[in-house]
């Protein structure tokens, strides 16, 4: 079993990094999560703000649901 373990964690290794993905804009940090379902459903990155609470720990707040992409990149602009 830990030998299955290792060889599925080295496996997708790449695939969690494309999973969970975190960037940095201006002081905020925006943490991307991609569920893919596979063939039979629709992909989506959900996108939440990352707020540092105390203890090192963070909470999550949502900002929305975006249709699945391969590459994208984040902006950020203030309205007025």
């Excluded at 695939?15 to 063939?39: C, F, K, M, N, W």
């Excluded at 629709?42 to 720990?57: I, S």
């Amino acid at each position: 079993m830990l030998t299955l373990g290792i060889l599925f964690l080295t496996a997708s290794d790449s695939d969690l990094r494309y999973i969970h993905q975190e960037q940095s804009v201006d002081e905020h940090t925006i943490y991307i999560h991609t569920a893919d379902p596979g063939a039979m459903a629709k992909a989506y990155h959900y996108v939440y703000l990352k707020c540092p609470l105390p203890f090192n720990r963070y909470a999550l707040h949502t900002i929305g649901r975006l249709n699945w992409m391969r590459e994208f990149s984040l902006d950020l602009y203030q309205s007025h």
